[in-house]
């Protein structure tokens, strides 16, 4: 109780100091807004430049040669009888018969992807039973990584000028063309630029994932919930809160250096295998999942847990049947951001032996398997300047899988929030 | 329930994986050298289509970090051959002994020139191996037989012949091969042509080698992260700057970068090979013996990775960046890997 009395409050006697309140509050207004604004930028700048080089990554140039079978062309397709590599040289002489020389030859035959032979071994098998006369494949064969940048962003990197020339005259004959690169997708990884492809990071992704997710989820929710709603408040279970708190904080490869000793030295499973990679990612996000989980949980009016005992349910029952489905959308969230940080990581899956060049799709989880951001770090390190490229087109894949992630969250989420 | 099942799927396969460790393995494994990776790599995605075996599986691990991993053992969660850019130790051989592999195939697979290269719209420079380790050691003799700082700040203070343009040079750090080799053959190289430095090696040999590998800290020598491409982009952008990186980098951007010459002699492809460009290495790999026989493909491995057809002089390799053996060298080393002749140390 102060005393008044002398002094009258008058609020229109001090505009200034109000005026001064006023701006300070749309000053903070405004930075606010910049911020948001100045992330914002940068995101699009970001994404922005990624995509710019990126999708030059899903086309492909292509040369089109006309391919002399001789008469004898073997039906089999078994490469190490048919000379596909021998097929190509010949046709490629043939379509610039005034090249000699070796050396000149050898720059000729290096317009064409190595996978230009195995074109061909299909196109073999595809066409028609072999006859008596000569027969004339055309095709459209994948050109090298060098033709395929100096077609695409005119860049001639170490071509010549010869073969510029070259590559300028298949152009003005429509011999060349820009199609739908759609060996980026179904490929796996190669050292040939025009040939690398995601499909293996990519599996190996999902593989990983999906042993991450069966592991962390489970042990994640119910280790949330017997700690929040069953444990006995004392001393372990506040030594095991603190524990789970640092774990979350622990630097990701000592998650790699602990699978390395424990999973593949102890346990003898296999190197490279995206269950290993799997379970060591599962380790480091449950301690993100568990935090998550039990903020939510916490976050369940009380109420609802006294009404329910109330009534004469069981705590299994009450926590199951009212207290989990009003708390599973923060657990779901807590998952799915446990679950992007595994997406992202490189470091422990070097520990464990993810960081390789891995050519075969991955068929189960016992498979060696390389995982997307390893595709990008592998890419982003290769001289080849067309894995540039490559490597940004790689990173879209990666956001892409990121946001496909979170949608299943969100839908997850709303279906849940309905049903309670 | 959908996560119940998962949990059994996955305890299975566990049970199953862990049931039996000694599952004969399909594939050859590689770890090793990211120096050697884009070659071995290359050499295994050939191998992998031209025959039945599977692609074996190469490891980016660094050369020490690989010859770790192979001498551990020689299950078959042990990798069967590692890459090197540099010589096994006498130390990892025996470490190798004591855990029972005894003998190793040593194939050299050619050599990596590191370059000094600068954008090409500047102008190319040509410098000693004294000069450049005067540009950028820690500490440089001041004249009167002791050291100082490095007081240099344009590369015209070190020499007067060359461009008066500040030291500024991008290279990798402590961790990469790449940078172990630049301090062996370019710095130490070019410290050891003082002679009281190189009386200096036979008398206090940790004096000698902290003065001549330690490399300044004052800004001049930027450390720029392992990622070459990052580099060749930098300077691409600023004509000033040198960068320090491995032959194939240079090779793969010869239209936006020069390699200056070191010693009076060229970054090219036949001066590397031929031995004259001072700052090169050679390249290997390590195979377990025991290993052939055991592993599916490994024999045809070598053969692959010994054709002409792959490190020939028009090989496959060498559109890589890999600079190629003279003939003879190379008829010698296919022979140790067809043969597999263990190494021996003398």
């Known amino acids: 109780m102060t005393d008044t009395s002398g002094r009258t409050l008058d609020f229109t006697a001090r505009p200034a100091a109000l005026r001064r309140r006023h701006a300070a509050e749309a000053r903070f207004r405004m930075a606010g807004r910049l911020a948001i604004l100045l992330a914002f930028g940068f995101l699009v700048l970001m994404l922005g430049a990624i995509a710019h080089t990126g999708t030059g990554a899903l086309k492909q140039t292509q040369i089109r040669l006309q391919v002399a079978l001789p008469a004898d062309a073997p039906a089999s397709t078994d490469p190490a009888k048919a000379d596909f590599g021998g097929l190509l040289k010949q046709a490629l002489r043939a379509r610039f018969p005034e090249v000699s020389g070796r050396k000149d030859k050898r720059r000729l035959y290096r317009l064409l992807s190595i996978g230009a032979e195995e074109r061909l071994r299909e196109a073999m098998l595809e066409a028609p039973a072999p006859g008596a006369q000569e027969r004339v494949l055309t095709l459209w064969l994948p050109a090298s990584d060098e033709v395929d940048l100096l077609v695409k962003h005119d860049q001639p990197g170490r071509l010549g000028e010869q073969e510029q020339r070259w590559v300028a005259q298949l152009r003005e004959s429509g011999e060349i063309r820009v199609a739908f690169n759609r060996g980026f997708f179904l490929n796996g990884d190669s050292r040939e630029p025009e040939l690398a492809g995601i499909a293996s990071a990519l599996a190996g992704t999902a593989w990983t994932l999906a042993v991450c997710f069966a592991l962390s989820f489970p042990i994640g929710i119910l280790g949330a919930i017997y700690l929040e709603e069953f444990a006995r408040k004392g001393r372990w279970s506040s030594f095991i809160e603190v524990n789970i708190n640092n774990l979350a904080a622990v630097p990701s490869i000592v998650f790699g250096l602990l699978g390395l000793a424990v999973f593949l030295n102890l346990f003898g499973l296999p190197r490279s295998s995206p269950l290993v990679g799997g379970m060591v990612l599962a380790l480091m996000t449950l301690p993100t999942i568990i935090i998550a989980s039990r903020a939510a949980l916490r976050a369940v009016p009380p109420a609802i847990r006294e009404a329910a005992l109330g009534i004469g349910a069981t705590r299994v029952q009450t926590v199951f049947h009212h207290v989990v489905p009003l708390a599973l959308p923060g657990m779901l969230t807590g998952t799915i951001v446990g679950m992007a940080r595994a997406l992202g990581e490189t470091a422990p899956l070097l520990m464990i032996g993810m960081v390789a060049f891995i050519v075969d799709i991955p068929g189960s989880i016992l498979e060696p398997a390389t995982a997307l951001p390893v595709q990008i770090f592998l890419w982003a390190d290769s001289p080849e300047r067309a894995f540039l490229e490559k490597t940004s087109a790689a990173i879209i894949v990666l956001i892409t899988f990121l946001v496909f992630m979170n949608l299943i969250a969100i839908l997850m989420r709303m279906k849940f929030r309905k049903r309670f | ?346």
């Open chain 2, 1 to 346: 329930m959908s996560a119940k099942h998962h949990v059994f799927v996955i305890a299975l396969a566990l049970g199953a994986a862990a049931a039996q460790p000694a599952a004969a393995r399909e594939q050859i494994r590689i770890v090793g050298s990211s120096t050697v990776f884009p070659f071995a790599t290359a050499v295994a995605e050939r191998f992998g289509k031209a025959t039945d075996f599977k692609t074996p599986i190469v490891e980016s691990t660094g050369s020490g970090g690989g010859l770790k991993l192979f001498c551990a053992g020689s299950s078959d969660n042990d990798p069967d051959i590692t890459n090197a850019s540099r010589r096994i130790k006498p130390s990892e051989v025996e470490k190798c002994a004591a855990n029972g592999i005894d003998e190793i195939v040593e194939v050299k697979i050619g050599y990596d020139g590191i370059v000094l290269a600068n954008s090409a719209d500047a102008p190319q420079m040509s410098i000693s191996l004294r000069d450049l380790w005067l540009a950028l050691a820690k500490n440089v003799p001041d004249g009167e037989g002791k050291t100082r700082p490095n007081p240099y700040r344009t590369w015209a203070d070190v020499n007067p012949d060359l461009p008066d343009v500040r030291i500024e040079v991008m290279g990798p750090p402590p961790t990469s091969g790449t940078r172990d080799a630049f301090v062996e053959l370019a710095m130490e190289g070019g410290c050891k042509t003082f002679d009281w430095i190189k009386a200096m090696k036979k008398q206090d040999k940790k004096a000698y080698k902290a003065l001549c590998h330690t490399i300044r800290e004052d800004g001049a020598y930027v450390e720029a992260g392992e990622n070459d491409n990052l580099i060749v982009q930098k300077l691409a952008a600023n004509p000033d700057a040198f960068g320090v990186f491995g032959f194939s980098f240079l090779d793969q951007n010869s239209d936006t970068i020069q390699g200056s010459l070191i010693g009076g002699v060229a970054p090219e492809f036949e001066l590397i090979a031929d031995g004259s460009y001072p700052v090169s290495r050679s390249l290997y790999f390590y195979v377990k013996k025991s290993r052939v026989g055991e592993v599916p493909g490994i024999e045809e491995y070598l053969a692959e990775f010994t054709s002409e057809r792959a490190w020939g002089d028009d090989g496959y390799l060498a559109d890589k960046g890999l600079i190629p053996m003279t003939p003879q060298e190379r008829a010698q080393w296919a022979r140790t890997a067809a043969e597999l002749v263990p190494l021996k140390l003398e």
